[in-house]
């Protein structure tokens, strides 16, 4: 099967540290990696960046065609992604910018770099601009990780900080914006492709870890601590009951122009305060279970260490 031209670069690109010939020469290019909105397989494309002080700023051109890229509305499903740049790897939120905002940073990417410019005016459509943030919420810093109850505190410290850092900017979002509510008023705000974004990725997070959790974690400690039924039947409760919840914020996500602040920010309140009495009783009961257990895993003393 012949090598398509985005094989080709990538190849190149991972295979020189970032640098490419031929029309990309000199250019900033990255390769961004999403998650199929239909498929949920991973994609890899190469993309012209533009730089705003600490922003990486993505233009979703796709050359003035009519319709968004395919990359866009993976990550609108999928907001987390991975990004190279040179032969660093990161994973990234992908936050769409809105409004003002967006003209803005648009703006600077024309004086950038013109041909965006030229992009705009054979289109109809607004070309969206992504902005490319550290997945990890703003403060945080992993500890050393040497035992898996380190691990489990990791991720536990992580979902904590994302859910303070969703509320924090839906109440920030909320105030900022007017809501009447009288007859003839506009009709309430909504919630803002940030908050959205940010909302999906922790809720993805947070099903991939109870998942790993249910799947691998608590068998495995079950079968050394039979004792612990009545524990591991709780837990399963209170997964049930976060999924519940969870499911009832991707209703309200599943659209772009969300216009139900009041049901999401009693949703976001619930979960919150389900979700953290949850991991208080994993780390009061589970998490001591793993303090002797090490991080990352040995590998089999009979595993094959080559060729024989």
């Not at 640098?19 to 239909?38: H, I, Q």
Request: with cysteine.
């Amino acid at each position: 099967m012949p090598t398509s031209f985005n094989e080709t670069i990538i190849e190149e690109f991972r295979a020189n540290g970032g640098k490419v010939g031929g029309p990309f020469e000199g250019g900033d290019l990255l390769l961004l990696t999403t998650t199929g909105a239909r498929s949920g397989t991973e994609r890899t494309t190469p993309l012209g960046y533009v730089r705003h002080g600490e922003l990486i700023l993505l233009i979703g051109s796709g050359l003035g065609a009519p319709s968004h890229p395919g990359w866009y509305h993976n990550l609108l499903a999928h907001p987390v992604v991975r990004v190279e740049i040179g032969t660093s790897t990161f994973q990234a939120l992908a936050v769409p910018a809105e409004e003002d905002r967006r003209d803005e940073l648009f703006a600077h990417a024309v004086r950038r770099a013109p041909g965006y410019g030229d992009y705009q005016a054979r289109t109809e459509r607004v070309l969206p601009v992504v902005v490319l943030e550290r997945a990890d919420p703003d403060g945080w810093v992993p500890g050393e990780v040497r035992t898996l109850a380190d691990k489990v505190m990791e991720v536990h410290t992580w979902l904590r900080g994302q859910l303070r850092q969703v509320a924090a900017e839906a109440d920030a979002h909320f105030a900022g914006r007017a809501d009447p509510r009288g007859p003839g008023g506009p009709p309430a705000p909504g919630l803002g492709l940030q908050i959205r974004q940010r909302c999906l990725a922790f809720c993805q997070a947070l099903e991939f870890h109870h998942t790993s959790e249910d799947g691998h974690l608590f068998p495995g400690i079950a079968r050394y601590h039979p004792d612990l039924g009545d524990t591991f039947a709780r837990l399963d409760d209170e997964h049930r009951a976060v999924a519940r919840i969870q499911a009832a914020l991707a209703e309200l996500l599943a659209g772009i122009a969300i216009a139900e602040p009041v049901r999401f920010r009693a949703e976001l309140a619930r979960m919150s305060a389900e979700l953290n009495a949850h991991l208080d009783y994993e780390e009061e009961t589970i998490v001591p279970l793993l303090a002797d257990v090490p991080w990352p895993p040995a590998p089999p003393a009979n595993a094959a260490t080559g060729p024989s």
